[in-house]
């Protein structure tokens, strides 16, 4: 989470964060969030990882995400391929982390370069 805010500090757009230590702490503090949101997903936490975090927003009434980011230190097909079978908007590697947070920024509408 240090590394994902130091990449949004460089972009300089103000951007409110709700952190959760895992998907458990996610799924808790999902209903208290009463704006349009983009969840940002690791896909290794422990409790409930990302998929499961994912599986569970999408099966819920809770409220939905605008965008779904996943970004993870896992390069394997399979996760690339089970998050694009979950609807999953964009799928970064943490060394792609900068690319990511640009993107990131750019689709929710803040006008990063």
């Known amino acids: ?7 949004l500090a460089k972009t300089g757009v103000d951007i409110t964060l709700i952190h959760a230590i ?3 702490e996610a799924l808790e503090k999902i209903p208290d969030i009463d704006e349009p949101y ?3 997903i690791d896909l290794n ?3 409930i990882n990302g998929f499961e975090l ?3 927003i999408q099966a819920s009434d809770l409220p939905k995400p605008d965008k779904i980011f996943v970004l993870t230190t896992s390069l394997h ?3 690339r391929l089970d998050a694009w079978n979950r609807h999953v908007d964009y799928y970064f590697s943490k060394d792609q ?4 947070v640009r993107v990131l920024t750019t689709e929710i509408g803040a006008g990063c370069p």
Not at 1 to 7: E, L, S, T, V
Not at 97 to 100: A, H
């Open 1 to 7: 989470m240090i590394a994902f805010r130091r990449a």
């Open 22 to 24: 895992d998907g458990q």
């Open 38 to 40: 983009v969840a940002v």
């Open 45 to 47: 936490m422990p409790r």
């Open 54 to 56: 994912i599986d569970a």
């Open 77 to 79: 097909a399979r996760d």
């Open 97 to 100: 982390l900068d690319e990511g």
